[in-house]
């Protein structure tokens, strides 16, 4: 238990590790200040990330850029078509003593075994492998051979995806898409930072992210961040904008209800309070509110809500229902 001494400082510190890191983070990372926070945010709610994009966006590069700045392992696994589930968790593999021929088990541990782990285009690879990450993030262990085997704290998952729609892909099952925290969506950069990043990209070596935060500071924060307090009013809006996005729930309102197939769960309000706790803690403020929620809806709910093909027809994707929920939904 962290004592209201040690909160107190740690809030009074935060702005200035928050402004440390993100200068680290922008020696290889131009633009794209809304989705670095949202990793970030991430990070201190100990939940994991989905980050989707086109290709060419630099997904890869920002995953690895905030890894850089943290001082913990970190492990890419590259997902194609062929990889298999021990390619992820690991395997039991035949050892054979040399000298007495005689044979034995051991582990030999995946890439999953580390304290960052970057899921790399996550949906090129069939759903068998996708759901090898299911116990691992849910539970922070995975069991090989009928033996559970902890993982490291912290644990973060890190996963970027391409867009559905493209060639070769494989969209991820609703049960592992609900494990991530927040699925911010990576844009193109705006001219003016756009220009920046290619004039710096193509001249002379830039400086490398120095790590800013060690395992002890993230697994304090991440503490912090639990015990931060939330209004029960910022609660309230949190399940009551949730539930509005349930087509079977008096709280929906007719022009969602047709246009939602699937609704977001209880885990999708418990993101937002998380989430909002975090982005108060990154902004050295003693607690969450309403706008944290507000800020933090597309990111928390766009995977958990199915749009139906009557919006599909229109047009319309889950953000559009989201900002149609900000908008009838009151704080």
Request: hydrophobic content about 40%; some cysteine; aromatic content about 4%.
């Amino acid at each position: 238990m962290i004592t209201q001494e040690k909160a107190e400082d740690a809030l009074g510190r935060m702005n200035e590790t928050r402004d440390l890191l993100l200068g680290e983070i922008r020696k290889g990372i131009i633009g794209q200040d809304k989705v670095i926070t949202e990793l970030l945010i991430t990070l201190l709610a100990r939940g994991h990330c989905l980050l989707t994009g086109i290709p060419g966006l630099g997904k890869t590069l920002l995953v690895k850029t905030i890894s850089k700045c943290l001082s913990l392992d970190f492990k890419r696994i590259q997902f194609t078509p062929d990889l298999m589930p021990a390619d992820v968790v690991g395997s039991e593999v035949v050892d054979e003593d040399p000298s007495t021929g005689r044979k034995s088990f051991r582990f030999a541990p995946g890439p999953i075994f580390s304290n960052i782990v970057l899921a790399d285009e996550i949906n090129r690879t069939p759903p068998k492998t996708q759901a090898a990450l299911l116990e691992a993030m849910e539970e922070r262990q995975v069991t090989v051979s009928g033996q559970t085997r902890p993982l490291d704290a912290p644990f973060f998952v890190l996963a970027t995806q391409n867009p559905i729609e493209l060639e070769g892909t494989y969209p991820l099952p609703e049960a592992q898409l609900d494990r991530f925290l927040l699925n911010p969506v990576i844009q193109y950069l705006s001219e003016e930072d756009e220009i920046r990043m290619v004039g710096e990209t193509t001249g002379v070596e830039r400086l490398n992210p120095q790590p800013v935060l060690s395992g002890d500071d993230i697994e304090a924060l991440q503490d912090l961040t639990r015990q931060l307090p939330v209004p029960e009013t910022v609660v309230s809006y949190a399940v009551r904008l949730t539930s509005a996005s349930r087509p079977d729930v008096e709280a929906c309102d007719e022009w969602t209800r047709k246009r939602v197939r699937w609704g977001a769960g209880s885990r999708g309000a418990q993101a937002l309070i998380l989430a909002a706790k975090a982005r108060a803690l990154l902004d050295g403020r003693p607690n969450a509110s309403g706008e944290d929620v507000k800020f933090l809806a597309k990111s928390a709910l766009r995977h958990r809500i199915l749009p139906s093909f009557f919006a599909e027809s229109e047009g319309l994707g889950s953000d559009d229902i989201i900002a149609h929920l900000l908008e009838t939904v009151t704080a």
